[in-house]
């Protein structure tokens, strides 16, 4: 009985130090060739002390902007002098509304619907990165026995969104800082001569 539990005991070990061996030998693979966590950017300096304004900075949003930022290398300042860019949020918006009903008319699934409006700015006001906006939606079922479940289910599906929402901004502030979109010439005043 010790023999086979000894003998076990040392495949246990082997086969441990097999699948180090091959998880190193992947993750070896995977740093050679470039691979890279989905959502990770690399950040243009312009983002990297941002001031933000049009949200509350404790509020859901300025606390989602502040995290997405901290997790890609940037940081939220506090003032505009502070800062290498500020991101306008222009909206921030959510909406229920319901998609289906039962035989008797109670509401059982939802479309939660969320839109992020946003532009990036130089501290002196000129335009960096257009305005856009980010909408996403979402679904779930909904049990009126279970009403305080599924009203923690609608507070999580929005901050995911709000989350979701707010990585992509981030890539595109990127896009726009990295292929800026010229700016037409100004009309001068004089008219040509005929």
């Known amino acids: 009985m010790t023999r ?3 003998y076990t005991q040392r495949q246990r070990v082997v086969y441990t130090v097999v699948a180090l061996i091959l998880c190193t030998g992947v993750m070896a693979l995977f ?4 691979f890279r966590l ?3 950017i690399d950040l243009p300096s312009e983002l990297t002390e941002v001031a933000i304004q049009g949200t509350r900075p404790n509020g859901e949003l300025g606390i989602a902007l502040r995290n997405g930022l901290s997790r890609v290398g940037g940081q939220v300042v506090d003032s505009v002098r502070n800062a290498r860019s500020v991101l306008v949020i222009t909206q921030d918006s959510s909406e229920r509304r319901v998609l289906s009903v039962d035989s008797i008319g109670q509401a059982n699934e ?3 619907a969320y839109t992020l409006g946003f532009r990036l700015d130089d501290p002196d006001g000129t335009n960096r990165v257009v305005q856009q906006s980010i ?3 979402r679904q779930y079922r909904y049990d009126p026995t279970q009403t305080l479940a599924k009203a923690d289910e609608e507070v999580r599906l929005l901050r995911e969104m709000r989350e979701d ?3 992509q901004m981030l890539r595109r502030l990127k ?3 990295d292929n800026p979109v010229p700016t037409p010439p100004k009309a001068s005043s004089s008219a040509p001569a005929s």
């Open 165 to 167: 929402a707010v990585r």
């Open 110 to 112: 939802y479309e939660l």
């Open 4 to 6: 086979s539990f000894f």
């Open 135 to 137: 909408s996403l939606r």
């Open 175 to 177: 896009a726009g800082l």
């Open 38 to 40: 989905r959502g990770s």
């Open 31 to 34: 740093a050679g060739c470039g």
